[in-house]
């Protein structure tokens, strides 16, 4: 039987008691090392409730500083924390929490060169991203190194939980093979989400996760659960193994890390119809004899925290609407940007499907431009 100390027998309690845990569960979880990939809204909820549950080994991957905006979900952090690293702020909390926890920081940008290596050292991993390329990293690595991945995400009002094993089960690439065009897939930024969304769907993913480590219940490999915080409904969905699948198929095409960033970006582009401009380059233009119409298709909330001078603001829902206006600037070249720009690639396909020629979006939108430009407009 796995002795504790007596901080410990007090501290874990509940779980010493519960049948299914019990001492030597609790020794299972001590001994256990998972990866959090991401901390933020899905991350951490359920780095804190896997410090709190006294799982051995946390690392926590994250290169972003804490946001003002982050602030509405993201419980880990407070507003003493923003312009902080996250991942530092994050270890300093779950140490707090819990000084049984040997909390790992990998403050950096997970790609094809690091990914392996810092999985490599976890027993299973927790996806807290938003990013495809990040989305396909993760679980390709997961396929490759043999061990489980407990995904999420969270749109609007929506958010989605499954466990994907490819020792037994799918992988993500079985569910969605490649990533869809960006007018399909808007992220937070974009799209917004209930604050308290991502709690719900990190602690779902933290009990997938403790059940994995414990090998107790019935995880999701195989099922996609569906949560609808606006109906407070959950479905569950079947999902096979892909037998054709790039990555855990039988006769698999992708073998090693590729450029993900690269990947994703030449399927959101495959079409070829909308042209991009560098922020950079923007800035030439504007500065030339004739400049571009600089369309704005945000919200007017988001015009009055940060803006591009001498943008014309006319928000993407009413866009179509107010075609009119941009009559004049029919065979003119238009510049088309948003916060980072998903909506303003929508706005250019409208555009164009509206026979508007010169349009191109303005490459990573507001977001570039205050990093790329000019460092007074606030980022947000």
Known sequence: MARFGSEQLERYKRHLLLEGVGPDGQAKLLASRALVVGAGGLGSPAALYLAAAGVGRIGIVDFDRVDASNLQRQVLYSTADVGAPKAIVAARKLRALNPDVDVRVHEAKLSAQNAAEILGDYDVVLDGTDTFPSRYLTSDLCVWQKKPLVYGSVMRFEGQVSVFDARRGPCYRCLFPEPPPPELAPNCD?????????????????????????????????????????????????????????????????????????????????????????????????????????????????????????ALLVPLGQLEARLAELEPWRAREIVVHCHKGGRSRRACELLRAKGFERVSNLRGGIEAWALEVDAEVKRY
Do not use: H, N, W
């Open 190 to 310: 974009e799209a917004g989400v209930l604050g308290v969304l991502p709690g719900v769907i990190g602690m779902l993913q933290a009990t997938e996760l403790l059940k994995l480590l414990l090998g107790i219940g019935e995880p999701l490999v195989g099922r996609l659960l569906v949560y609808d915080a606006l109906a407070l409904e959950f479905r569950t969905f079947r999902v096979a193994k892909d037998p054709a699948c790039a990555v855990c198929g039988e006769q698999p095409t992708v073998t090693q890390p590729i450029d993900y960033a690269a990947f994703c970006a030449a399927r959101a582009g495959a079409d070829g119809a909308v042209a991009e401009l560098a922020p950079k380059a923007l800035r030439a233009k504007l500065a030339a004899g004739e400049p571009p119409l600089l369309l704005d298709v945000r919200e007017p909330f988001e015009a009055e925290l940060a803006s591009i001078p001498g």
